[in-house]
């Protein structure tokens, strides 16, 4: 039997290349987004030997995932050791006064009560398993603030707050929980925030060379394959050309 990972936001960026890094080094996959198309495209290209179950769901919808989850085959929710809680966004970028409603909604919707909806549906398979790992996808966002991030900011700190907070909670269980807070990657994040504006999205990555998706896979994987005794409470990743959240090299 497979040990099976469960990635939510698989189908772009951080999220997909952590499926394909997972499923080169033999496990099993659970992948949620909405993207449907976008999901089966991914499975294509995994090793034919790689078990992966779609989910298709939106995080803010708590029924949703919880059918979702409980759709999942009992041989799945038995050797289920891994959650990332990736699925999340920046919506709009500028000053708080100038703020949507709508955009706000979706990032605290998605960041933070999505991030909750997912992990209340695994815990308790990860508890009944005996032990697991939680890996939180925050931010260096989560870390600093920087001109115009406001709201996403807040969710992402709130994403580290939580990671503490589910430390303490599970660690009775054997659970591990890592908050993993990247810099700036060039992935559809950009696209997204600047909703669709692909040449905005493309000058927050010239002029030096970003993270990628697979820089981060890799950091999963990393964090994901210590032993048993040892767990990496908190990493931050960021281009050599990034100093801090909003200082990048000339
Ligand atoms: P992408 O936009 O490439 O991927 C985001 C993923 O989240 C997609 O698979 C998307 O799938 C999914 N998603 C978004 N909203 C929902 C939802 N409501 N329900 C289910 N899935 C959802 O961005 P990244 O890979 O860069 O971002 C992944 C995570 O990393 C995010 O939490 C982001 O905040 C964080 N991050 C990103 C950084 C960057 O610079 N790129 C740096 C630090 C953190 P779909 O649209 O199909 O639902
Ligand atoms: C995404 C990176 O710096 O744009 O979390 O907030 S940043």
Redesign the pocket.
């Known amino acids: 039997m497979g040990k099976f990972i469960f990635i ?9 290349a952590t499926a394909h890094l997972f499923a080169e080094k033999g496990y099993d996959l659970v992948l ?4 449907e198309q ?2 089966h495209e991914l499975v294509q290209k995994l090793p034919k030997q790689t078990e992966a179950h779609i989910l298709v ?4 919808d708590q029924s949703a995932v919880a059918s979702a989850v409980a759709s999942l085959p009992n041989h799945v929710l038995d050797s289920l050791s891994i959650l990332v809680n ?5 919506v709009g970028k500028g000053s708080i006064d100038h703020g949507l409603i709508d955009d706000w909604d979706r990032m605290i ?3 933070l009560k ?1 991030l909750l909806y997912v992990s209340q549906s695994i815990i308790p398979i990860l508890k009944a398993n005996g032990s697991g790992h939680i890996v939180n ?5 989560g870390k600093e603030v920087y001109p115009g991030g406001n709201v ?1 900011c807040a969710t ?1 700190h709130a994403v580290d707050a939580l990671s503490r907070s589910m430390r303490i909670d599970l660690v009775n269980h054997k659970i591990k929980v890592t908050n993993l ?12 925030r600047f909703k669709g504006d692909e040449k905005k999205a493309k000058s927050v990555y010239s002029g030096y060379d ?2 990628v ?1 697979k820089d ?1 896979a890799e950091t999963l994987w990393f964090i994901c394959s210590r032993p048993k005794h040892v767990n990496v409470n908190d990493l931050t990743l960021m281009a050599t050309a990034q100093a801090s959240a909003a200082v990048f090299a000339d």
């Open positions: 939510t936001g698989a189908s772009s960026g951080f999220g997909a949620m987004a909405r993207r976008k999901l769901a939106d995080v803010c990736n699925a999340g966004l920046a919707d998605t960041n999505g996808v925050a931010s260096i966002a996403y992402k807070a990247p810099g700036a990657a060039e992935t559809e994040f950009s696209v997204v970003p993270l998706a981060i």
